[in-house]
């Protein structure tokens, strides 16, 4: 990844907010808020690929199929050395 967008993920003052939404019956959706539109479309690709499930780009927002925001959260911390503290995760889990 680019060093000008590592440096931008890991201000203090930076946030990113994981939702695990219900939708119909037993599905459930993952939604990663809080990146700019140029990190997500470099983000969005390894997500695909490394949680093998359907993520699409909505608005300013990334959303994954299923309940991913364990993982989502383990990436984040380990591929986009993003601070624990900054990274929070409501429902799910």
């Known amino acids: 990844m680019n ?10 003052l930076h946030k990113i907010d994981i939702y695990v939404k219900q939708l119909n019956g037993r ?3 993952t939604q990663v808020n809080g990146l700019s539109y140029e990190q997500i479309h470099n983000i969005v690709q390894k997500l695909r690929h490394k949680l093998n499930c359907r993520a699409t780009i909505r608005d300013v927002m990334i959303e994954l199929s299923g309940d991913q925001s364990k993982q989502v959260k383990d990436f984040l911390i380990k591929e ?4 624990q503290k900054n990274i929070c995760i409501h429902g799910g889990m």
């Open 27 to 29: 599905k459930k959706i």
């Open 80 to 83: 986009c050395s993003i601070n």
């Open 3 to 12: 060093n000008e967008i590592l440096t931008e993920l890991n201000d203090d």
